[in-house]
């Protein structure tokens, strides 16, 4: 379960900058919409946020960096040799910026405790990492180490100030002598099997999931449908949204589908390609096993019960993205994750959109608490009583530099037009255009 998240000098954000899902106390509204945390009583949740801007506000660079943050932890100390690089990018239009480490730092449930965990870094080296935990709501600073090359405590080898608390056992200085300038502990100790921070690093590795642009989950989505069970709900799915395709095969590839790509790899394939990433932390399905793997739709003929079936390349583009998304879409709600969306409605009819929106807050359906954060364009989605005002968040440049806020700092009126305040600029967020010569 994601709390908060925080970023300060990445990419568009110079500032810091902290997203929330915490649900706001004074709003009485789709209560659905929002659940308890099993760690404090006083703490509700929301199931989903959406996030509006104008084009190039910064809307996918924060998506970006809750990506980077979890593919660091994960790849950090078996991806990375001493030398490589972090793929990290600071706020370039400040001269102090661009020299200064990024910062990311984000608050979560797991198995009943909240965590905090956080890091400052460069492209060369880590200057910050801690990890504070919450059990039983009482405060517990498990370890932090700091990159303190002239203070006198610090190792003369490595230039890090390291502290432990007493809340993390088990051990931990075998561990930290394997630790890179460019590596994480948090990632070290889960290679090494420390009990209490494999949990943490689980949660990172199996919780959070991102589909980007160019995002293509056709592999993962083949890979699930091998069981019967869930590919029938991939069918349902997609007979909701009718499309006309009446059911869904699963097949080993022919000789004349072998050309079917994939649409590139990811924008956030910081490492390595986000599917075949993907798929390794799932424990599906090898990647050369589902490359074999081909979905073929069935239709019905206008004229009898006859099925006539179709490559799904044959299929629209909408189409084929509702395939693409709809097995991370139910895996995410079966296993109680958090599922990150750039540009929710691409490709897809609103009505679709939305539709797959509420199933995020329908508690029959998501009854492990997932959780669903998307960019959107869409602005019907503000008065169809779809989202709670502290749902909804916007990025806007301020010289230059992306700043994040809630439509709650607008305290607007629960009656409110928000899609006609939007649009008029009441809230900002939104592109102003001064004359297209053509």
């Not at 915490?22 to 789709?30: E, G, N, P, Q, T």
């Not at 019967?228 to 909701?240: C, T």
């Not at 004229?303 to 395939?323: A, I, M, N, P």
Request: include cysteine; aromatic fraction near 10%.
């Amino acid at each position: 379960m994601l709390v908060e998240f925080t970023l300060e000098n990445y990419r568009s954000f110079q500032e810091r900058q902290t997203f929330s899902m915490v649900a706001f106390d004074d709003i009485a509204v789709l209560r659905n919409n929002t659940f308890s945390t099993p760690d404090t009583k006083d703490l509700r949740l929301l199931n989903s946020a959406a996030i509006y801007g104008a084009n190039a506000s910064g809307k996918s660079n924060l998506l970006l960096a809750m990506h980077a943050i979890k593919t660091l932890v994960v790849n950090s100390a078996s991806r990375m040799q001493t030398g490589d690089r972090f793929p990290i990018e600071p706020f370039r239009l400040n001269t102090e910026s661009e020299k200064n480490p990024s910062l990311f730092e984000i608050i979560f449930v797991h198995k009943n405790i909240r965590y905090q965990y956080g890091v400052a870094l460069n492209r060369e080296r880590v200057y910050e990492e801690w990890l504070i935990a919450f059990p039983n709501e009482r405060q517990q600073n498990w370890f932090e180490r700091q990159y303190l090359p002239d203070n006198p405590k610090t190792k003369a080898d490595d230039g890090y100030l390291w502290s432990f608390g007493r809340g993390l056992k088990g051990e931990k200085e075998r561990i930290k002598r394997f630790v890179r300038a460019n590596s994480l502990f948090l990632s070290h100790a889960a290679q090494n099997n420390h009990p209490q921070l494999t949990e943490v690093f689980e949660w990172f590795q199996k919780f959070l999931n991102v589909i980007d642009y160019q995002y293509s989950g056709k592999y993962f989505t083949l890979n699930k449908c091998q069981d019967d069970n869930f590919r029938q709900q991939i069918v349902k799915i997609i007979n909701e949204a009718d499309i006309g395709i009446s059911d869904i095969r699963i097949h080993q590839k022919t000789s004349r589908l072998n050309t079917s790509t994939e649409n590139g790899k990811s924008g956030f394939a910081i490492f390595m390609d986000t599917d075949v990433l993907e798929n390794q932390e799932k424990n599906t399905v090898a990647i050369k096993d589902s490359d074999n793997l081909e979905a073929i739709t069935l239709h019905k003929k206008n004229d009898s019960q006859q099925e006539v079936q179709f490559d799904l390349d044959e299929e629209s583009q909408g189409t084929q993205r509702l395939f693409d998304i709809s097995g991370r879409w139910i895996d995410v709600l079966q296993q109680g994750e958090i599922l990150i969306v750039d540009e929710i409605d691409r490709s897809l009819h609103p009505v679709l959109s939305k539709a797959l929106i509420k199933i995020f807050h329908n508690p029959e359906i998501n009854k492990k608490n997932a959780q669903l954060i998307f960019t959107t364009h869409d602005t019907t989605l503000l008065d169809e009583e779809i989202l709670r005002q502290d749902q909804i968040w916007f990025t806007e440049k301020d010289n230059s530099m992306t700043k994040l806020y809630s439509l709650l700092e607008f305290r607007p009126y629960q009656d409110e037009s928000l899609q006609k305040g939007y649009l008029l600029g009441r809230y900002g967020a939104i592109p102003f255009i001064h004359g297209l010569i053509i």
